[in-house]
């Protein structure tokens, strides 16, 4: 039974780049930290699995829908900035933009603008994904400017806040392990205060870079697969010719291999029979495995 809190069977779609996917069972959209913690009371009350969405900008949610609880962190924002013994500290919920990050470092004009620019997506997103640029700068991913990670978790029949330190963090290429389990509500992040006047026109020129290379007119989730060691999985899936396959509405953009959009049709199942094709085409032709980088969410059995 819902309470005023959790509301039943809400459509996901809206909340996911790729604009496809199934309703979830119970909904919820917390905007403080304590309804975090009462949606998370609810969960375990109901016996209801929970899944949490932020930007929605890495998922495929299944046409089938997700069963239980799904939190999404879209109202959990915010962000509080100081400058404290030359460095800039900011604390932002788990829920805020990446894009209100960025405005901030261009304003201060400091090197965390240039990896941040036209990163989509929430904070919290930003953490789970370890998100970032394959190009050689300091800082290039979200564990470089992360301090501590405050997590909101089922402790018992309570609920308990965790603040982890970014050294207990285990930061890899696209995922950050040691804060799990529980929902990300609030990162500290900080970097020193050595502003560049170049680096808002570097910023401009990152985005007109983006904007030249990838299909940023059309639904998508980013680059779907990992960088296979040694390769860009990009040039990988173009080498196998497959720019344009498509099946249903979705299709590998003709401008970036590694991006599948949805030209208008999509379903959840297109996008993935794309993703399959391309894998399995791909290990025919060169033997490398594609791993995905996009999480599959809710009921594909
Ligand atoms: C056009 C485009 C370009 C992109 N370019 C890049 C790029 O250059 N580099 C890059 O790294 N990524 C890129 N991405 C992918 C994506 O934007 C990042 O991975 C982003 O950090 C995901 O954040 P999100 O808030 O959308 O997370 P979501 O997609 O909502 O979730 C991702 C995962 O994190 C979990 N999660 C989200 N928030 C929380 C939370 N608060 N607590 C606990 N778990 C949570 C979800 O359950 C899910 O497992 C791009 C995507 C698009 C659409």
């Known amino acids: 039974m819902a309470n005023d809190l959790v509301q039943q069977n809400v459509s996901l779609a809206s909340l996911s780049t790729w604009r496809v996917g199934g309703p979830a069972e119970y909904f919820c959209s917390p905007r403080t930290i304590e309804e975090v913690e009462a949606a998370l009371l609810w969960s375990h009350q109901h016996q209801?699995?929970?899944?949490?969405?932020?930007?929605?900008?890495?998922?495929?949610?299944?046409?089938?829908?997700?069963?239980?609880?799904?939190?999404?962190?879209?109202?959990?924002?915010?962000?509080?900035?100081?400058?404290?013994?030359?460095?800039?500290?900011?604390?932002?919920m788990g829920g805020t933009h990446k894009s209100q990050l960025l405005r901030i470092f261009i304003q201060k004009k400091l090197a965390p603008a240039l990896f941040l620019s036209g990163l989509p997506g929430d904070v919290g997103g930003g953490v789970v994904?370890?998100?970032?640029?394959?190009?050689?700068?300091?800082?290039?991913?979200?564990?470089?400017?992360?301090?501590?990670?405050?997590?909101?978790?089922?402790?018992?029949?309570?609920?308990?806040?965790?603040?982890?330190?970014?050294?207990?963090?285990?930061?890899?290429?696209?995922?950050?392990?040691?804060?799990?389990?529980?929902?990300?509500?609030?990162?500290?992040?900080?970097?020193?205060?050595?502003?560049?006047?170049?680096?808002?026109?570097?910023?401009?020129?990152?985005?007109?870079?983006?904007?030249?290379?990838?299909?940023?007119?059309?639904?998508?989730?980013?680059?779907?697969?990992?960088?296979?060691?040694?390769?860009?999985?990009?040039?990988?899936?173009?080498?196998?010719?497959?720019?344009?396959?498509?099946?249903?509405?979705a299709m590998v953009s003709p401008k970036h291999a590694n991006f599948i959009v949805n030209t208008g049709t999509a379903t959840a199942h297109d996008i993935d029979a794309v993703i399959k094709h391309v894998q399995s085409t791909v290990k025919t032709l060169t033997q490398v495995d594609l791993k995905t980088e996009v999480i599959y969410l809710g009921e594909w059995a």
């Open 48 to 92: 209801q699995r929970l899944t949490v969405i932020g930007g929605g900008s890495n998922v495929l949610i299944s046409d089938k829908g997700v069963r239980g609880l799904v939190l999404s962190t879209r109202q959990l924002a915010g962000l509080d900035v100081k400058e404290d013994q030359g460095q800039l500290r900011i604390v932002a």
């Open 129 to 249: 994904m370890n998100a970032g640029v394959g190009e050689a700068r300091l800082p290039r991913e979200f564990g470089e400017i992360v301090e501590w990670v405050e997590v909101v978790r089922l402790h018992g029949t309570k609920t308990e806040r965790v603040k982890i330190p970014s050294e207990q963090i285990r930061w890899t290429y696209r995922h950050s392990e040691g804060w799990q389990p529980g929902v990300i509500v609030r990162v500290g992040l900080k970097w020193p205060l050595e502003p560049d006047d170049e680096i808002p026109i570097q910023v401009r020129e990152t985005n007109r870079l983006r904007l030249s290379k990838q299909p940023l007119d059309q639904p998508s989730c980013g680059s779907v697969f990992v960088n296979p060691s040694g390769y860009k999985a990009g040039a990988v899936i173009d080498n196998c010719g497959l720019k344009g396959f498509a099946i249903g509405g």
